[in-house]
T-cell receptor, first 110, second 113 residues
Framework: DTAVSQTPKYLVTQMGNDKSIKCEQN?????MYWYKQDSKKFLKIMFS???????INETVPNRFSPKSPDKAHLNLHINSLELGDSAVYFC?????????FGSGTQLSVL | DAKTTQPTSMDCAEGRAANLPCNHS???????VYWYRQIHSQGPQYIIH???NNETNEMASLIITEDRKSSTLILPHATLRDTAVYYC??????????????FGEGTQLTVNP
């Protein structure tokens, strides 16, 4: 039973397309996150939701829009994909201060 | 959040203890020390955290100096599967704004057979 699962694992697409990454957690946590890990391996937070409410929104282009239909799901929709969006995107959830991460989605924009 | 400094890389022989240092000289009294690791192609994994007392769990031990300006993560019997990037993070606990953990460059630990 995967605690934090995200799909797809790999996503290859053309510039200008719109794509979504889905994330689900079965841990009963109230808070979920999206992190981005670039080619230099730095891991940076993008968004955080607590019980479906946006609580952290770092300086991310508004082409990125998170959606939380319920507290177990946090999806990431990306419009008009650019080459610089190529990275690994990690979903995570937390109870108090311990984060549990998914296995990542490797996005490649061609 | 306080900044942390870690060595870029370390090597350890399989079966021996791996001691990973972290400096956090500007740590505040209400900031905890967290350790995560990231095995290649996987998401980061929580290891341990502590405030000022030494902590131990099934994965590792965390030794925090009395002045709290540095800490050491100890993997008592390193295995090849412990090869990963280890992140030391300092963070205030209890804020309602969520867990904005900031991951630095970490230490690449390589366990050799």
């Amino acid at each position: 039973d995967t605690a934090v699962s995200q799909t797809p694992k790999y996503l290859v697409t053309q510039m200008g397309n719109d794509k979504s990454i889905k994330c689900e957690q079965n841990l009963g946590h109230d808070t979920m996150y999206w992190y981005k890990q670039d080619s230099k391996k730095f891991l940076k937070i993008m968004f955080s939701y607590n019980n479906k409410e946006l609580i952290i929104n770092e300086t991310v282009p508004n082409r990125f829009s998170p959606k939380s239909p319920d507290k177990a799901h946090l999806n990431l929709h990306i419009n008009s994909l650019e080459l610089g969006d190529s990275a690994v995107y990690f979903c995570a959830s937390s109870l108090v201060e311990k984060l549990f991460f998914g296995s990542g989605t490797q996005l490649s924009v061609l | 959040d306080a900044k942390t400094t870690q060595p870029t890389s370390m090597d350890c022989a399989e079966g021996r203890a791996a001691n990973l240092p972290c400096n956090h000289s500007t740590i505040s009294g209400n900031e905890y020390v967290y350790w995560y690791r990231q095995i290649h192609s996987q998401g980061p994994q929580y290891i341990i955290h502590g405030l000022k007392n030494n902590e131990t769990n099934e994965m590792a031990s965390l030794i925090i100096t009395e002045d709290r300006k540095s800490s050491t993560l100890i993997l008592p019997h390193a295995t090849l599967r412990d090869t990963a990037v280890y992140y030391c993070i300092v963070r205030v606990v209890g804020e309602t704004s969520g867990s904005r953990l900031t991951f630095g460059e970490g230490t690449q630990l390589t366990v050799n057979p």
